[in-house]
């Protein structure tokens, strides 16, 4: 093949050329891959994600420091035993030359996205909804590229969509409702006209983004790592993971053993925790999220509470954790709480609650006696580093373009935003 990638159904095992393309072409209830000819991966110039470009679904790339970095913990690693804990971080920190942010991994998502969208769809919008994290990622990337964006959040999110540099290319839009009345207030944008949905876990760009952390870590260690930890709401971090596992492991120089994914939610909402006990593939709403709204709006990491995550989907969270013997792990709020603290006291940055819920998972895993003490770990921490950019940085807070309620009906929002799209993309 010419072409630098193609992608996979992974179902049905066609592959077709990419033209933002998110789902196979037969309608398969399945995840696309991207298969990059290049099966070695030699890292580019600079510090940022972009140095990974060769397994990125992208032309081109774009001038940025942001990325993830790796680095062998000393201070957690001894209070928990461990001989080989290393720590993957987005975020802020300028002693590790962490220079995320906005301060959560969901950067790593948004610049492939945005790229990769540019590339493919010029002439249209990006429409996101999101609980707060993609939102203000996406925001920052396009305030950096000129890239436009519709983002919609619940209102309560609003305070978290913030820009490190003046914004006029996004439509932000907020629902009065949770994360969930703002996804589905979002499906009427999504495919009118010029707007187009991101995806989510579908789009290749934000799952082959995530895995920059996975590559990051592998090279920095030289190896894949035992064990992979992480806090997830969708499970997307965790397919990524995996992915970049497969492609790691074809490439042929770090180990012959796929990564074990240790993945964790909040209680009292683990839906994926619940149905992954029973080994079962599928949900069952009364079981798996019982009281759904009562539950999230008591769980400290609200990115974790996503109510329709890729679980089941063939190549989905589940198929993740299976191939890979995972375990995933129900973390009580007090936990996470006593966990974050803990590893800002040792090792020396504020943590995302959903970072605090995966060192959780890490110390419970621990005192089970489920990893080595000589294993090699890599815990994924998220997200980070939000006292130390403003003590560092001035933030510009994302103008509201429309604010709904989780009611109204969409479609005069939806015309006044491609009113707003044919003039700006
Ligand atoms: C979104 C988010 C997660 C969960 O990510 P998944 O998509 O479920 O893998 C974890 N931590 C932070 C900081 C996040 O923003
Ligand atoms: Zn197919």
Redesign the pocket.
């Known amino acids: 093949m010419d072409e630098k990638y193609l992608l996979r159904c992974l179902q049905c095992g066609s592959t077709f050329p990419d033209a933002f393309t998110n789902s196979c072409s037969h309608g398969h209830y399945s995840l696309i891959r991207t298969e990059y000819r290049k099966k070695q991966i030699e890292t580019g110039p600079g510090s940022g994600m972009f140095r990974f470009s060769d397994w990125l679904p992208v032309e081109g790339t774009l001038p940025v420091d942001s990325g993830p970095v790796t680095f062998r913990s000393s201070e957690l690693a001894r209070e928990l035993g461990l001989t080989r804990l290393f720590i993957g971080f987005s975020g802020y920190w300028p002693e590790k030359n962490a220079n995320v942010l906005t301060c959560?991994?969901?950067e790593l998502e948004a610049y492939p996205t945005l790229l990769r969208f540019k590339e493919r769809k010029p002439g249209s919008a990006i429409v996101v909804a999101s609980a707060g994290?993609?939102a203000r990622a996406f925001a920052q990337v396009s305030a950096l590229t000129k890239i436009p964006v519709v983002l919609i959040v619940p209102e309560s999110s609003r305070d978290r969509i913030w820009t490190m540099v003046p914004l006029d290319t996004a439509y932000l839009v907020t629902v009065r409702g949770d994360y969930s009345d703002a996804i589905a207030f979002s499906q009427a944008f999504s495919g009118a006209g010029s707007l187009v949905p991101e995806g989510g876990a579908k789009n290749v760009a934000r799952r082959d983004g995530m895995g920059t952390v996975m590559l990051d870590a592998a090279i920095t260690i030289g190896r894949m790592p035992d064990h992979y930890f992480?806090?997830?709401?969708?499970?997307?971090?965790?397919i990524a993971a995996w992915e970049a596992g497969i492609r790691l492991l074809g490439d042929g120089r770090f180990g012959t053993r796929l990564p074990r994914l240790h993945l964790s939610q909040n209680l009292p909402f683990t839906p994926m925790v619940s149905a992954f006990r029973e080994n079962r593939r599928e949900f069952i709403p009364e079981k798996d999220m019982p009281a759904a709204k009562e539950a999230i709006a008591e769980v400290y990491s609200d990115?974790?509470t996503n109510r329709n995550p890729p679980y089941g989907i063939v190549g989905g969270t589940y198929d993740a954790l299976s191939a890979t013997r995972g375990r995933m792990y129900a973390i009580p709020n007090e936990a996470a709480r006593s966990a974050g603290k803990l590893f800002t006291d040792l090792e020396g940055i504020d943590l995302?609650p959903?970072?605090a819920v995966a060192a959780a998972s890490l110390i419970s895993a621990c005192e089970e006696g489920v990893v080595g003490k000589d294993a090699t770990i890599l815990l994924n921490i998220?997200?980070g580093g939000y006292k130390r950019v403003q003590e560092d940085y001035s933030q510009y807070p994302v103008e509201v373009a429309a604010s709904a309620g989780a009611g109204d009906s969409p479609e005069s929002f939806v015309r006044d935003c491609r009113k707003w799209v044919n003039a700006n993309a």
Not at 230 to 238: E, F
């Open positions: 959560s991994f969901k994290n993609t992480q806090a997830v709401g969708s499970g997307t971090g965790g990115v974790l995302d959903a970072a998220t997200g």
